[in-house]
């Protein structure tokens, strides 16, 4: 591994680093400073007195954010996360979550192991019980396929059990998934899970926020579910006990404004209990089928609505042609207008897009969301692109 560390992190995030190294400083806390000061640069340029005028700083906090600016901690963090080619990301850089900004308290900075991209806000979250019956475990991998397969991301906690299968489901369809982790990226927990989270690596991302060694302790795990529901425009919940960290993500869902979905389950089943009381007492939709949650999901759910209904055991669900469309289309800016001109009714690659449209790899992801957003191109396993039947723009 090259020990050259330029681009695994960017010099806005070594200051974001360094600030959360800082004694007592967390993410509500970095937030009130940005929100005072305008940026992080301002922050560290900051006397005492100035740092102590923060809501919520006082003396010992403004005493360990001066003394962050010369603390070695943040160096060797870098070099531990170059050893092991791992990203540091801050909230200024493009690739962090968009929706992750707008939870009260989004992590300073996330580790990362493999690529988020802009569709990823595009995404359902699948949790539940480690303990699940067969019933559960088969649910949490349909969904996560068929979710996965209508273009959504699948985001969950690589725990054993639904996250697991949900995490599955979207890789045995060739969607995009992304683990979100309760231990530092050196450590992979569970143990027996380290090739699944290859297999994520490879067609997604496992992120955590906490520094690279950190070992996985039961305090971490709580905290990791406001990342795995904030990155997440709703959450499905497979089987449940009356107590389990699956509730706790439903409650932030709430406390979020994101969707909350329940799977029902066997009265008999005691990690069904908690799922159960959630649809009994309203605080999630019972789902029987893919469209129960795309119904829920607002202009995104609709692109991303079968044209018939079916429920999610149907292979060929996703590939019925749309309907014709009774409005005119919208017209496309000229990137738009470019990448759609090399997307056929078949499958194009996301390769073949970025190798002749002339565009960033960053700008060809972009504009794929806004065509996906616009109802023009729908996105098929593997990373392959294709028109939506009857779609045709203003400049066609």
């Known amino acids: 591994m090259s020990n050259d560390s ?17 004694r007592n400083i967390g993410p509500i806390c970095t937030r009130k400073l940005i929100d005072h000061f305008g940026s992080i640069d301002v922050v560290f340029k900051a006397s005492i007195r100035e740092l102590e005028r923060v809501d919520g700083v006082g003396r010992y906090r403004a005493e360990a954010i001066f003394e962050a600016r010369q603390r070695e901690d943040c160096t060797r963090e870098i070099e531990r996360a170059t050893e092991l080619g791992v990203r540091i990301i801050c909230c200024e850089d493009e690739d962090y979550p968009a929706m992750l900004k707008h939870i009260p308290d989004p992590p300073v900075c996330l580790y990362l192991r493999g690529k988020l991209i802009p569709e990823d806000g595009l995404a359902v979250a699948i949790v539940g019980s480690r303990k699940c019956s067969h019933y559960g475990l088969e649910q949490a991998e349909r969904f996560g396929a068929a979710l996965a397969q ?3 991301t699948i985001v969950s906690g690589l725990a054993r059990g639904a996250d697991a299968a949900g995490h599955r489901g979207a890789l045995s369809v060739g969607g995009r998934t992304v683990a979100v982790l309760g231990c530092g990226l050196a450590h992979m927990y569970p143990a027996e899970h380290a090739d699944l989270a290859n297999a994520i690596t490879d067609s997604g991302a496992v992120v955590s926020e906490l520094p690279i060694d950190t070992s996985p302790e039961p305090k971490n795990f709580p905290p990791r579910n406001r990342i795995i529901v904030g990155m997440s425009m709703g959450v499905l919940v497979v089987e449940a006990g009356q107590r389990s960290g699956a509730q706790i993500s439903a409650r932030l869902a709430c406390e979020y404004n994101r969707e909350t979905f329940a799977l029902p389950g066997l009265l008999t089943n005691p990690y069904a209990q908690g799922t159960n009381a959630m649809i009994r007492d309203g605080q999630a939709k019972l789902v029987t089928c893919i469209e129960d949650i795309l119904d829920e ?18 292979p060929a669900l996703f590939d019925k042609p749309s309907p014709p469309r009774d ?33 960033t790899p ?23 692109f294709a028109r939506r039947t009857n779609a045709t723009s203003n400049h066609a």
């Open 6 to 22: 330029s681009n695994l992190i960017s010099p806005v995030a070594k200051q974001y680093l360094r600030l959360s190294q800082a």
């Open 150 to 152: 209508a273009g959504f």
């Open 297 to 314: 999901l607002g202009e995104a759910g609709k692109l991303m609505m079968p044209t018939e209904s079916a429920t999610i055991d149907e």
């Open 327 to 359: 409005k005119p289309l919208p017209s496309l800016d000229d990137s738009e207008q470019k990448i759609w001109s090399l997307i056929d009714a078949s499958e194009t690659t996301l390769e073949h897009i970025v190798d002749h449209s002339g565009l």
């Open 362 to 384: 960053a700008q060809v992801a972009a504009t794929l969301t806004k065509l996906q957003l616009k109802g023009l191109i729908t996105q098929r396993p593997g990373n392959r």
